[in-house]
């Protein structure tokens, strides 16, 4: 099946820096990716739905300014946490779709801020 | 109230057991089913789809969806500690966004 990748799979910041993570479809092209948040414990979350050549388009409640999505060619989508604080540490996972059942899911980053 | 309701366990159940893991949905839209299965730390994997109403077999697993009742289900037979995980159920609307509306997942645990 085809893959997704994230880098990295783990990232620890200090509260007011920004973080950068990365999203790449390894085999296929992808115009639309998503992004989810995932707490301990609880469901995935999807925060944006990030398209290629144009503004990612944000669930309710995401602040945009804050979570900077760039989707700059079709393998590769970009989440940037800026300005982070302890409340952002969070399991952040992208996924491609592919077929109408199916989307491909990265691995997940796993975002500690102290 | 939300969208997709998931038990979220933890389930316990001795190897060999059947499972049954279930989800109840209240928007009737909804047309695509699916069931994930992650493991902690990692990404989610799909395991079943099922397209509208209808049953479908895959080996140990089974996907039920019951449109009429607005709920799905999952069974897993002749259960193994491998598969002690965390069950999603996913659902999406037939159009173009592919955005999918997830439960909260059920922790399952598979003793030996």
């Known amino acids: 099946g085809a893959v997704v990748s994230q880098h990295p799979s783990w990232v620890i910041c200090k509260s007011g820096t920004s973080v950068k993570i990365e999203c790449r479809s390894l085999d296929f092209q992808a115009t639309t990716m998503f992004w989810y948040r995932q707490f301990p414990k609880q469901s995935l979350m999807l925060m944006a739905t990030s398209n290629e050549g144009s503004k990612a388009t944000y669930e309710q409640g995401v602040e945009k300014d804050k979570f900077l999505i760039n989707h700059a060619s079709l393998t590769l989508s970009t989440l940037t946490v800026t300005s982070a604080h302890p409340e952002d540490s969070s399991f952040y996972i992208c996924s491609a779709p592919g077929t109408p059942y199916e989307q491909y899911f990265g691995p997940g980053t796993r975002l500690t801020v102290t | 109230q939300k969208e997709v309701e998931q038990d979220p366990g933890p389930l316990s159940v001795p190897e060999g057991a059947i499972v049954s893991l279930n989800c109840t949905y209240s928007?009737?839209?909804?047309?695509?089913f699916m069931w994930y299965r992650q493991y902690s730390r990692k990404g989610p994997e799909l395991l079943m789809y099922?397209?509208?109403?209808g049953n479908k077999e895959d080996g140990r697993f089974t996907a039920q969806v019951d449109k009429s009742s607005k709920y799905i289900s999952l069974f897993i037979r002749d259960s193994q500690p491998s598969d002690s995980a965390t069950y999603l159920c996913a659902m999406r609307l037939m159009d173009s966004s592919y955005k999918l509306i997830f439960g909260s997942g059920t922790r399952l645990l598979v003793r030996p």
């Open positions: 099922t397209y509208s109403s």
């Open positions: 928007n009737s839209a909804f047309q695509y």
